[in-house]
């Protein structure tokens, strides 16, 4: 008689050894928990039990307990057999729960061995538990459907069905689920490089699981954490994590996870240049995973030795050991990996000289990374997939060089660089209403972060950032929901013959590529093409780049480091295109570079060449291949911000003084770190005089985030914004301009990222006044998540953005003189360029500080029709 359905929770504290119902109930409380290890001699001495009182329904259950809690130590062929046999058997067959259980359990197993046998068997799971209306069963499947949609590359199916789960999971209490769907959303957040929303959505799971004695060891948080802790250069702590998590696994026996953890160290290992360690972990991983059959593990662990073994020079074992780790993925059969899994496969090709082949395979990875950035509805997370890939683009790049195929190269090159900003222009007009549900949740962030302006206590913060990052989570949920409702295209990248076309005579689009042991740039201009090999690789550039960058933070010179620069980067171009004006599409660090002040013996590079930037080719022909709107007012001007809700810190401007130190940037999300800026309210009535009387300006108690919204933005030609603003490269959604909360509203005065990108702009040209605007997060060959670009997918031609804390008074003289001369009706690529030379004219001996920081990105070469 079947006497039991799955219990989630303790029927009482007390164990009867001699009562099998009593030893389930345990069990099977221990099991929903996740803890199998202390399951297991339960559920055994329940099944003995059973079977001596002749209860085959309950013996069925305990023995697919039983099973489940062994698989960790058994090899997975048999478990699947076993828990198969039981499937079969007439007692399960005939009872719907006890066949919930064991396909369950089954589709547990199947997840490292065959994705869509387990795709089935939790499908079924689902459906089940629907019919029986155990919400908790049905959550927990769609939670692994989820995990599966991602392995096959739906990652809007997977964001939709895990955000689905997790919710359930918090609403019913479910811990064992809550550790696990955080720590996979964890390691989505990882597969992104977003490491510190990882780190603390693993230490939600690590703590959760902590609070209750009976949950079993969450080892796949601990995985995630250590990964995550290690790429943010914390070695120390993820070799402990790692070392913690190790302990548990071989005390428990347990070999699957133990696996997994070896895995993690090797690449730990590799972070800390200790290759053969890293080796030794890889091959101890290898033989559990080959033991076990667990191909997943099997083809991580390989696919890592392979990289190893190429770096120690073992070409011939790379190849076997990415041989060993295809053989595994095709095994497995899931989309997500296939762009590795291909990229490897034509690293072998190149290494047996079938160059040909290898070029074929490489197209046909970008062709499935496609396919899967096509299912993110976030600029953030398909830049990240796409940046995560960077070496499948590098490397195919590195191939087309030499084979000597300019468009090739340059095709590739374009096919991640700026290709989701080209992707988000080309589908502005079917962004759609947002529905009331996004709207609250970006009401209920804003309310979180205008609590967190209003308070320096540290425990109060922290509670905050908590709450705001739950926040930030639904509305990621809420905006794929509303992502699935529409079909998201990837615009084809323009080809080499279109960028050339869309260039003028007296241009030079050049494209950097950092690489080892040369860095290159592609360089076009209407009539040549050129693939220059630069004299330096990309460690020297960017240990230089850093170099000169402190030296121009610290308001020092750096001449030696501005000429050093400029033989690396600008004197091999330079000698073979004359043009005037060139147009820089950066790489890595180089976006934080400004080109103007490299330098010769004679002077600044500002001083002979008009400099802009932009990034990609596709994007700077998408943006000059759609004719301009004309709008009908000429300036929208924000300034003289009223920071009341921060404490007054003592200020040091002067307005004489060319060196005032007022900066328009803060370092977090705390009032008391912002400052007024005085010249802002005299820089912006500055640049109305010159637009003339129909100039549009939002000044003082005007000043706010409330007041900026409300405005038909489309209007506008020019939007000018002196403000503070905030970066953050580890969080790039909230990367924001400042202005002020409007009272009695639920705007925080922070005008995000996520927002800006759904504005609706005509503009010629937004002029961000404001500190590091367009710093953001790195994406590798992906490029740069910034403000700037949100402005360019939202309809700006063009933006002005600083690459540092810019300083007030320094930067209302530049911007004054900068719009009179787009008065003058200069380009305004020309225009910026004679406002620094303007002052370099005025102060020979100023620092590049006070005049480099801003820089013209997208449509510089274009009139704006301005001014009286």
């Given amino acids: 008689m079947w006497l039991l359905r799955p219990v989630h929770t303790r029927a009482h504290s007390a164990i009867a050894p001699n009562d099998p119902i009593s030893l389930l109930r345990e069990g099977n409380h221990l099991a929903w928990l996740g803890n199998w290890y202390a399951a297991a001699p339960l559920y055994q001495k329940a099944e003995e039990k059973f079977h001596s009182v002749g209860d085959v329904e309950n013996e069925a259950y305990a023995h697919i307990g039983l099973i489940r809690a062994q698989a960790v130590q058994t090899p997975s062929d048999q478990v699947l057999s076993a828990l198969t046999v039981e ?3 007439q007692v399960v067959t005939r009872n719907v729960r006890l066949r919930m259980w064991g396909l369950a359990q089954r589709a547990s197993t199947e997840i490292d061995i065959d994705s869509s046998a387990a795709k089935r068997d939790w499908t079924e799971v689902r459906d089940t538990a629907t019919k029986l209306g155990d919400q908790q069963w049905a959550a927990r499947a769609d939670g692994e459907l989820g995990l599966l949609a991602f392995l096959n590359g739906d990652t809007a199916e997977a964001v939709s069905l895990l955000g689905k789960s997790i919710f359930s999971a918090y609403r019913s209490g479910d811990t064992a689920s809550q550790v696990r769907l955080l720590s996979l959303l964890g390691l989505g957040f990882n597969e992104e490089q977003r490491y510190s929303e990882a780190l603390t959505l693993f230490k939600n799971a690590i703590d959760t699981a902590n609070g209750n004695p009976d949950s079993g060891f969450p080892f796949l948080a601990f995985r995630g954490q250590a990964a995550a802790l290690a790429s943010l250069g914390q070695l120390d702590k993820a070799t402990q994590a790692l070392g913690t998590a190790l302990n548990a696994a071989q005390s428990q026996n347990d070999r699957v996870h133990e696996a997994d953890l070896l895995i993690e160290a090797g690449r730990v290992a590799i972070n800390q240049s200790d290759l053969a360690a890293a080796a030794t972990s890889f091959r101890q991983a290898s033989r559990i995973a080959h033991a076990l059959n667990l191909y997943r593990d099997l083809d991580e662990a390989m696919f890592e030795l392979a990289k190893v073994e190429r770096q120690l020079g073992k070409t011939p074992a790379a190849v076997r050991a990415v041989q060993i780790a295809l053989k595994a993925s095709k095994r497995l059969g899931e989309r997500y990996y296939l762009p590795r899994d291909l990229t490897a496969l034509a690293e072998i090709k190149i290494v047996q000289g079938k160059l040909i082949e290898a070029d074929k395979l490489f197209g046909e990875a970008e062709d499935a990374l496609d396919s899967i950035l096509l299912n993110e509805h976030s600029f953030e997370e398909s830049t990240a997939r796409a940046g995560s890939m ?92 509303a992502g699935l409702q529409r079909k998201d295209t990837l615009a084809p990248p323009a080809s080499l013959r279109q960028v050339q076309g869309a ?26 093409v050129r693939i220059v090999t630069l004299p330096a690789g990309k460690n020297r550039i960017d240990n230089l780049t850093k170099s000169y960058l402190s ?4 308001k020092g010179m750096g001449k030696q480091s501005a000429m050093d620069l400029y033989g690396l980067l600008v004197e091999p171009l330079l000698s073979r295109f004359p043009e005037s004006h060139l147009i820089i599409s950066p790489d890595g660090i180089l976006n934080s570079l400004p080109f103007e002040a490299l330098r010769t013996d004679v002077g600044y590079l500002v001083q002979s060449k008009v400099i802009s930037y932009t990034p990609s080719g596709n994007v700077l022909w998408r943006l000059r291949s ?4 004309r709008s009908p007012q000429p300036l929208l001007a924000v300034g003289a911000v009223e920071y009341r809700l921060m404490r007054a810190l003592p200020k040091t401007y002067s307005p004489g003084s060319i060196t005032a130190t007022i900066l328009r940037g803060f370092s977090e999300l ?47 030609q020019v939007i000018h914004i002196a403000t503070h603003a905030t970066a953050d490269p580890q969080y790039p959604d909230r990367a924001a301009l400042v202005l002020a909360p409007a009272p009695n509203t639920a705007d925080d005065g922070l005008l995000q990222l996520r927002e800006i990108m759904h504005l609706s702009l005509n503009a010629d040209l937004v002029t961000l006044s404001a500190c ?16 700037e670009q949100a402005f360019l997918i939202a309809g700006a031609r063009a933006v002005v953005a600083s690459l540092w804390n810019v300083e007030d008074n320094s930067t209302t003289t530049l911007m004054k003189s900068f719009y009179e001369h787009l008065a003058h009706h200069e380009d305004k690529a020309v225009a910026l360029a004679h406002a620094k030379l303007d002052i370099l004219q005025k102060y020979p001996d100023v620092p590049p500080y006070y005049w480099a920081g801003f820089v013209m990105v997208g449509q510089g070469a274009e009139q704006v029709p301005f001014g009286n």
Avoid: W
């Fill in 390 to 481: 960077s070496s499948t683009y590098l490397e195919h790049f590195r191939l087309a060089v030499t084979m000597g195929r300019k468009e090739r190269a340059f095709q590739v090159l374009e096919r991640v660089r700026g290709r989701t900003v080209t992707s988000k222009l080309s589908m502005r007009d079917q962004a759609g209403a947002r529905s009331p549900r996004i709207e609250q949740l970006n009401g209920e962030i804003a309310s979180t972060q205008l609590a967190l302006l209003h308070t320096d206590d540290r425990k109060r913060r922290s509670g905050l950032m908590e709450q705001l990052l739950a926040e930030e989570r639904k509305l990621a949920f809420e905006l794929n929901e």
């Fill in 670 to 716: 705390s009032g008391s770190k912002l400052e007024d800026l005085p010249g802002s309210r005299a820089e912006v009535l500055a640049i109305a005089r010159i637009a003339g009387p129909d100039a549009r300006l939002l000044l003082g108690e005007s000043a706010t985030e409330t007041e900026f919204k409300k405005q038909d933005l489309r209007r506008f």
């Fill in 503 to 528: 260039l003028h005579g007296d241009e030079v689009l050049a494209e950097y590529v950092l690489d080892e042991p040369h860095a290159f740039c592609i360089a076009l201009s209407r009539t040549a």
């Fill in 551 to 554: 030296e121009l933070k610290a």
């Fill in 626 to 629: 759609t004719e301009p709107v």
């Fill in 87 to 89: 499937l079969k058997d």
């Fill in 772 to 787: 590091e605007t367009e710093v953001g997060t790195n994406q590798g060959e992906a490029g740069v998540v910034n403000l």
